[in-house]
T-cell receptor
Framework: SAVISQKPSRDICQRGTSLTIQCQVDSQVTMMFWYRQQPGQSLTLIATANQGSEATYESGFVIDKFPISRPNLTFSTLTVSNMSPEDSSIYLC??????????FGSGTQLSVL | KQEVTQIPAALSVPEGENLVLNCSFTDSAIYNLQWFRQDPGKGLTSLLLIQSSQREQTSGRLNASLDKSSGRSTLYIAASQPGDSATYLCAVRNNNAGNMLTFGGGTRLMVKP
């Protein structure tokens, strides 16, 4: 199984600022994804991070708010821009191996004051 | 649109008890179904993945079954232990949904010593 390192593990940020979350995988993977888990809710897919091209965003999520980078097959970043308290969530990086199982990083718990 | 429901939302059992967690989905055209465990404030750990052509998967004390025609999956935990306390999530990948996983709301399990 893939080992996924995600950082920071948690952060407390001020309204209007931006935070970049990093995701590093110990092996090359084709598919990398970013999920959001709002308090008391289940997971929602934000976008698929595509290597060498723009990310594919799900309905309700836009690049200006959640810019994503994927410079190579082992690394991706998600930025939460111009944060508001409504952005307080756990953000999770995940990868799919062999087109099957989905593996997750340990998550970034974000609180916006 | 796929909808995934998990019942019960919370469950408390004494140590040693065998238990069943339920997951139901509305669209039976699934590619696979995956069960995850999530500890508080953490990422997800993959437990079992069942392909649409399979009926069940086993790993240690865990057994997951799938009845695609009725839109149901169960996760059976044998001889529960306090360390099994966590939230258990099921997620469905549809045939026509690309990379999208639809998650259930989870069952929060507490195993009391």
């Amino acid at each position: 199984s893939a080992v996924i390192s995600q950082k920071p593990s948690r952060d407390i940020c001020q309204r209007g600022t931006s935070l970049t979350i990093q995701c590093q995988v110990d092996s090359q993977v084709t598919m990398m994804f970013w999920y959001r888990q709002q308090p008391g809710q289940s997971l929602t897919l934000i976008a698929t991070a595509n290597q060498g091209s723009e990310a594919t965003y799900e309905s309700g999520f836009v690049i200006d708010k959640f810019p994503i980078s994927r410079p190579n097959l082992t690394f991706s970043t998600l930025t939460v821009s111009n944060m508001s308290p409504e952005d307080s969530s756990i953000y999770l990086c995940s990868v799919r191996q062999n087109n099957e199982k989905l593996f997750f990083g340990s998550g970034t718990q974000l609180s916006v004051l | 649109k796929q909808e995934v429901t998990q019942i019960p939302a919370a469950l408390s059992v004494p140590e040693g008890e065998n238990l069943v967690l339920n997951c139901s989905f509305t669209d039976s055209a699934i590619y696979n179904l995956q069960w995850f465990r999530q500890d508080p404030g953490k990422g997800l750990t993959s437990l079992l993945l069942i392909q649409s052509s399979q009926r069940e998967q086993t790993s240690g004390r865990l057994n997951a079954s799938l009845d695609k025609s009725s839109g149901r999956s169960t996760l059976y935990i044998a001889a529960s232990q306090p360390g099994d306390s966590a939230t258990y999530l099921c997620a469905v990948r549809n045939n026509n949904a690309g990379n999208m996983l639809t998650f259930g709301g989870g069952t929060r399990l507490m195993v009391k010593p």
